[in-house]
């Protein structure tokens, strides 16, 4: 990256919506007698009485849905200028702005009372880690007697009420006026304090305006997202863009990678609060030591300025080691003492879809995991390699998405060959493109390194019954997700019931031949 057009983009700031213009937009409302009772960017949720906000997107442009928008009742428009001229056969008040999510999180903010005010928000944001991290997050403030709650990749989830999800939701952050409810609905509810996914999408397209951030985490940065940013110092100066809030008080931040430690620096230069979190570098504010892991769990010992301590975890993979070191600096910087705080990321476990393992009854050791990534595959089989035993064979079943970055595909295959003894390329979520064609630029020419199953519960089972007791198979890409998507459809699957399946099978059948030989 080049790190003068860096530092130039960090000097800039945030592009937030200038007081005067918001104020601007307000009194334009009052002039022509708007007082809108809700708030819609989605023509086919619009209601009577909503203010209506109409945006060019990615996939596509809302602009074209504004006559549907005013059948369903909505009492004014606002419309994004660029490309687009107002039809002047729309009899209600419209409002031509430049930025239109930009203003729409603020006023979203503003609508429902500010609601992230009265709450301790962190904002997490990283290739990987981000949905452990958050969840982890809320989990250890839970423990320390807060009331907590986390927005993100498996929905919206407040734990004075218990761990199930409030809501689910279609994307890692929500839009930005699903996402000020939510934070009106979590206040009500009586949360204190709310972690939330920020992802490089939601960051480029201003979901987080008007959200009062305290503290904010990077985790990592590696090849992803690439089809919607262009270029890898795009996709990092999106995840930038969460530094530069003018409410962010704390940054917690992993050196180990490269691009946290220029980012580090260059927020002290600016003069930035940063926790810094390692589990390499000693001159790191977190420091983990003396590393040790097994399949059961893991042990280390952590050095900060607030003092040193042995942690005992569940929790296993070095890479979750880290995702606890940076779940450690935002716990200090909402006031937690060290030693209370070492105390609640000691309890954590592995968040659902994350290196979860299936049927700890069977004599099998079977991992579902969100992995989609190649650094997120490495990471992930790195850990399950290491940690197998020497006559081991570790099995991998895993695809790629359907409409997404094309040119990860063979760097995954790479990344599952590095570690895998077999590897099984099956689908994954292929939306509106062919098994055949993504299984083809995975395996790119190498088609006797991999066995071919596009269907993925044929695949899983395979894999399975290919393993024996010390084997370990890794089920990668879908973790938590209970769907796939194919051609426009979301059909019900989930990995974890798949497996749990089969192992039962396998279990029952070895049990029935075990009992015939005893008689």
């Known amino acids: 990256m080049n790190i003068s057009s860096f530092e130039h983009f960090v000097q800039s700031g945030l592009f937030e919506l200038p007081n005067h213009q918001y104020d601007e937009f307000r009194q334009q409302l009052s002039r022509l007698d708007v007082a809108p009772l809700g708030l819609s960017n989605d023509s086919r949720s619009t209601q009577v009485g909503d203010l209506f906000f109409a945006y060019s997107g990615f996939n596509q442009d809302g602009r074209i849905h504004i006559a549907e928008a005013i059948r369903q009742g909505c009492v004014a428009v606002v419309w994004e200028r660029d490309g687009w001229t107002w039809d002047l056969t729309h009899k209600v008040p419209n409002f031509s702005w430049i930025d239109v999510r930009g203003l729409m999180g603020q ?15 962190f904002g997490v944001t990283g290739t990987n880690g981000k949905t452990s991290c958050v969840n982890w997050l809320a989990e250890a403030l839970f423990a320390l007697g807060r009331e907590s709650a986390c927005i993100g990749t498996l929905g919206t989830k407040i734990l004075n009420k218990g761990v199930e999800p409030i809501h689910g939701q279609v994307r890692t952050t929500p839009d930005a006026i699903s996402l000020q409810r939510t934070f009106h609905e ?15 999408h939601a960051l480029s397209q201003n979901r987080l305006d008007g959200t009062k951030i305290n503290t904010a985490i990077f985790t990592n940065l590696s090849h992803e997202h690439l089809d919607y940013h262009g270029t890898l110092e795009n996709y990092a100066k999106a995840k930038t863009r969460l530094f530069m809030c003018g409410s962010v008080l704390h940054a917690v931040i992993n050196v180990d990678d490269d691009f946290g430690m220029l980012l580090a620096n260059t927020l002290r230069r600016h003069g930035k609060d940063v926790i810094t979190y390692s589990c390499l ?13 097994s399949l059961q769990g893991s042990s280390f010992q952590v050095a900060t300025p607030w003092g040193s301590r042995a942690i005992e975890s569940s929790v296993i993979g070095d890479f979750n080691i880290s995702n606890l070191l940076a779940v450690l600096g935002g716990l200090i910087c909402s006031g937690e003492s060290f030693d209370s705080a070492c105390e609640a990321i000691g309890g954590l476990k592995h968040p659902e879809g994350r290196l979860q393992r299936v049927g700890r009854e069977c004599d099998r050791f079977v991992y579902v995991d969100y992995a989609h990534t190649p650094d997120a595959l490495r990471r992930v089989l790195g850990t399950l390699r290491s940690l197998a035993p020497p006559d081991a064979r570790v099995i991998t079943v895993f695809g790629a998405g359907g409409d997404r970055d094309k040119d990860k595909r063979a760097r995954m295959g790479d990344a599952v060959l590095e570690f895998s003894d077999l590897a099984i390329v099956t689908t994954d979520n292929p939306r509106d493109e062919t098994p055949e064609e993504i299984s083809d630029q995975i395996i790119c020419g190498r ?34 997700e209970i769907y796939q998507e194919v051609w426009g459809n979301k059909i019900p699957f989930n990995d974890y019931l798949v497996a749990q399946e089969c192992l039962k099978e396998l279990w029952h059948g070895s049990n029935k031949s075990e009992d015939s030989l005893r008689v």
């Open 107 to 121: 006023f979203a903010a503003n609508f429902f009372g500010d609601p992230s005010n009265d709450l301790n928000v």
């Open 186 to 200: 979590l206040r009500v509810m009586g949360a204190s304090c709310v972690a939330i996914e920020a992802s490089s």
């Open 281 to 293: 570098s000693a001159s790191a504010n977190i420091h983990a030591t003396n590393l040790k892991m």
């Open 447 to 480: 088609e006797s390194q991999f066995i071919v199953e596009l269907n993925r519960r044929t695949a899983i089972n395979r894999a399975i019954n290919l393993s024996n007791e010390t084997d370990i198979v890794l089920i990668a890409g879908k973790g938590h």
